[in-house]
């Protein structure tokens, strides 16, 4: 043991030379972020040469209203207490289950919180992430269930003409079974990545727990690239690790759903999934709602179950000069679509989204066909909160055959 | 395309609410880090409050030596310039091609570079990250060539009595090729878990591109958790997201060995690989590097290839009051494993590592033996700059048969 703790303190003094400046002992005993038992949470940061410790999150604070489960939360920034040791904290009102995202504002420099080691990216920004009560009814934590495999995979996309990058969730027992399963075509909105629904969306941790439970089929999960021109996240593609502005690549003129059967085709040669109708189903939010109701247009006997999250519908742009073919004879794809009777269009917007006209002129092109939708309005807005929650509900109503 | 626009500026306005602060523009326009075309790296934050504003990396600074192509880097916080529009800003001395990790001090608060999203944790620590010249002879950097798949996976590990979480690498063509691929076991060292070798030590871009090149053979590679009571990297398991100060789980008590068979079963049921071994290797830095020796001399007849970087050897622990099989009869296993000749054991270790009396230890041995090992001394001590490298070349030495 004495060898042990002697390679320890070799390990902790040489190995890790970025931690040996001497630390105040006042910072080492923080603990940051700290979810306590009454779902409150307590965020802290020792910095006592700082004249002004903001923090910004999407939780609502000590004193507001907390009773909307479904609000967006206050990111306005809210002043720390700074206690006489140079400690800056705040703690929360009680939350509801969520997985929370905040950054601290330090002197007016916005930074994420140096004691949490977790964060999650949303384009450009950088969040420490928190997750209280694990999230909605718990499904947004890791269990102690069978846990599936997520992987990043490359594909070739002879359309595209580039290699890309994407997201491949099989269920727990996949690698050791011989059975075929349904696959889900899941798509991310603007700016997003073949990362998002894996990290913003806690997509792995949500179809666990659903299929332990026995309420979601297991399932193939595939979360492609939407930026059709992008071979992979930033960082992941051979750009380099890319540190100007994160752009929105062009990324709504066809030319995405044109490529979409390349995707589809990999996929049904290299994972054992079932190859029919009644097996697939496409799903997305916002640019991914997009994507996903001009793909079912377009293939109309690919997908049995499409989902359609905070979905845009009419922000098509040019390819070119020209407006894609993908975009073009909209009201008849929509009759041939509906003829052919979809087992399930589910659609979900929250009542503060500004996509809320999109949402109507999806609705109507799709009453004009007498097409039974299944509709959820819900509160709040165009968020990964609203998100995650269409996915836990969306998920459950697949594949049951 | 005034559409497009439109909904460009209303995801902006709405979706990404926690950007909504109206930030200084003098803010909006830092790139930060820009590698610069001599190499030298340009690091910036906008603080305008700030009193002092400091940059610890494993770089060195402008006229610093740099000759040393190992060296370790200079962690000594050195205070950045400050402009009239509050800017602070240094630039290092130009750079040898590396994967470099920094942190900003802004008025005593250790943060990572608000500016730069790609970051590394190594046990509690978080850095920004940088690649200059793409690293190691380009080999770090994603290039345009065929790229394998990575996937975390949870097996059954019955000697733990849990399910645990590794990383999987496949080589390109794995999922559409029929053939079978040899086996690199590669282990991580004390504090790490199975997202270390991906993440701080670049295996994925490394094997792509050796691969690629033709100088390594199509192989998949396993990395494991080393911590055998731990399911997976914090986060990734079910005690959710701890924030406590990550601690080293005792793990160098023999039950990490003992159950690594379950590993290798598991691999070999739920991948295409070759089953002998001419076809298995196993590696690994520090700890990994000890499990990785005690692995071999245990299953002599597992390994062909057997690569042991910065290495521990003599820090075994009591498992409760009694040492662990694992470790008793050393001198016995030496001999038997030495008899049946393994082709490859590689030796690579700094000259400034604190386990050069391991590295001493263990090369006596195999000398005591006759065993005929590789060694290979290199500048610099204990640090992932030559875990990196050891891959490099290791990686090209096996299954060349």
Redesign the interface.
């Known amino acids: 043991?004495k060898?042990?703790i002697?390679?320890?303190a070799?390990?902790t003094s040489?190995?890790?030379?970025?931690?040996?400046?001497v630390l105040n002992w006042k910072d080492?005993e923080i603990?940051?972020?700290?979810v306590n038992a009454d779902n409150t949470l307590t965020i802290s940061?020792?910095?006592?040469?700082?004249?002004k410790v903001e923090l910004?999150g999407?939780f609502l604070y000590a004193g507001k209203d907390t009773s909307d489960k479904y609000a967006?939360g206050d990111?306005s920034?809210q002043l720390m207490n700074k206690d006489e040791t140079g400690r800056w904290t705040l703690t929360t009102a009680p939350l509801k289950p969520e997985f929370y995202?905040y950054?601290l504002i330090?002197?007016?420099?916005?930074?994420?919180d140096?004691?949490?080691?977790?964060?999650v990216?949303?384009?450009?920004?950088?969040?420490s992430?928190?997750?209280v009560g694990g999230g909605v009814d718990g499904l947004y934590?890791?269990?102690?269930v069978?846990?599936?495999?997520?992987?990043?995979?490359?594909y070739d996309s002879p359309t595209a003409g580039i290699?890309r990058?994407m997201t491949v969730y099989t269920p727990?027992g996949y690698?050791?079974s011989n059975r075929r399963y349904p696959v889900l075509y899941l798509l991310h909105?603007?700016?997003g990545d073949e990362n998002a629904w894996e990290e913003l969306g806690r997509a792995t941790q949500i179809l666990d727990n659903l299929i332990a439970e026995g309420k979601a089929e297991p399932m193939v999960v595939v979360m492609p690239n939407g930026n059709i021109s992008q071979e992979?996240a930033?960082?992941?593609?051979?750009s380099?690790?890319v540190?100007?502005?994160?752009r929105?690549p062009?990324t709504?003129d066809g030319n995405f759903e044109k490529a979409f059967p390349d995707i589809i085709q990999?996929v049904e040669?290299?994972?054992r999934v079932k190859k029919d109708k009644a097996n697939r189903a496409v799903a997305g939010l916002?640019m991914g709602g997009f994507h996903s109701i001009y793909i079912a247009l377009n293939n109309p006997d690919a997908f049995d179950y499409i989902g359609l999250f905070s979905a845009?519908f009419?922000?098509?742009?040019?390819d070119g000069d020209r407006l894609s073919p993908i975009y073009q004879n909209i009201d008849e794809k929509f009759k041939t679509l509906c003829k052919k009777s979809p087992k399930l269009i589910w659609i979900g917007i929250g009542k503060d989204d500004?996509?809320s006209q999109d949402d109507e002129k999806l609705r109507a092109a799709l009453d004009k066909e007498s097409y039974k939708y299944v509709y959820l309005k819900t509160k709040g807005?165009?968020?990964w909160r609203n998100w995650r929650e269409y996915l836990t509900i969306f998920a459950q109503k697949i594949f049951k055959h």
């Open positions: 043991m060898r042990f002697l390679f320890f070799c390990l040489i190995s890790l030379v970025a931690a040996q400046e080492n603990v940051s972020p700290i940061l020792f910095a006592p040469d700082a004249k910004t999407n967006d990111w920034p995202s950054n330090v002197d007016g420099v916005k930074i994420t140096p004691k949490n080691i977790y964060t990216r949303d384009i450009g920004n950088t969040y992430v928190a997750l934590a890791v269990k102690n069978p846990h599936g495999t997520v992987r990043k995979v490359w290699k990058r727990a690698e050791t909105g603007m700016g992979a930033p960082g992941e593609g051979s380099g690790l540190t100007a502005a994160l929105y062009k709504m990999f040669k290299a994972y916002s845009a009419s922000q098509m742009s040019k500004f996509l807005g165009h968020t």
